[in-house]
């Protein structure tokens, strides 16, 4: 089963910009997460929010949970080359982590 | 700790073979969860562990599909007999305490021809 779905499907942005992404899932969570995939490899965590959290930073990354919308969102703000990657939300169900298909972003130079 | 350590990275086999994935997770993780990932349906979970122990093997499609988890620092997963729809690239995934941070290993890349 896949709870989460991400949107859009693929970004393209120049580099300097900004870049945003969104999650919805269907049901309640505890917990929700991102990773990053650069191409080949495994994924990558970025970052956990809380389901009692609204926003959370680190870095570059802005994460915001609405949990009366069941939805997320990840701001990478001034992108750079090196963020070309596909992103993925997932979410908990019982101990379980569960993708959504991802987001593929790539950074024009 | 060196990460989740996979191997093989490729594997290319024919259809009707016996094909073993192996996975070494981060010491002292206690959750191992192995995913496989096809561009039409992303990455989906097939089974995971708790302390070695099977906890949900409903993502695993069919009875050709088995994993065991014989000690704390060794997975793997069966795929006998493989066909070409298995192609595909699995990973192996371990973490502390259930829905946190995982690690995730490089994967294996498989096709079956």
């Known amino acids: 089963s896949q709870q989460g779905e991400e949107d859009p499907q693929a970004l393209s942005i120049q580099e300097g910009e900004n870049a945003t992404m969104n999650c919805s899932y269907k049901?309640?969570?505890?917990?929700l997460q991102w990773y990053r995939q650069n191409s080949g490899r495994g994924l990558v965590h970025l970052i956990l929010i809380r389901s009692n959290e609204r926003e959370k930073h680190s870095g570059r990354l802005r994460v915001t949970l609405d949990t009366s919308k069941k939805s997320s969102s990840l701001l990478i703000t001034a992108s750079r080359a090196a963020d070309t990657a596909s992103y993925f939300c997932?979410?908990?169900?019982?101990?379980?982590?569960?993708f959504g298909k991802g987001t593929r972003l790539h950074i024009l130079p | 700790d060196a990460g989740v350590i996979q191997s093989p990275r490729h594997e290319v086999t024919e259809m009707g073979q016996e094909v073993t994935l192996r996975c070494k997770p981060i010491s002292g993780h206690d959750y191992l969860f192995w995913y496989r990932q096809t561009m039409m349906r992303g990455l989906e979970l097939l089974i995971y562990?708790?302390?070695?122990?099977?906890?949900?093997d409903s993502g695993m499609p069919e009875d050709r599909f088995s994993a065991k988890m014989p000690n704390a620092s060794f997975s793997t997963l069966k795929i006998q007999p493989s066909e070409p729809r298995d192609s595909a690239v699995y990973f192996c995934?371990?973490?502390?305490?259930?829905?946190?941070?995982?690690?995730f290993g490089q994967g294996t890349r498989l096709t079956v021809v």
């Open positions: 049901t309640s969570i505890n917990n």
């Open positions: 562990f708790n302390n070695n122990v099977p906890i949900d």
């Open positions: 995934a371990s973490s502390f305490m259930g829905f946190t941070e995982a690690f």
């Open positions: 997932a979410t908990d169900e019982d101990d379980k982590i569960i």
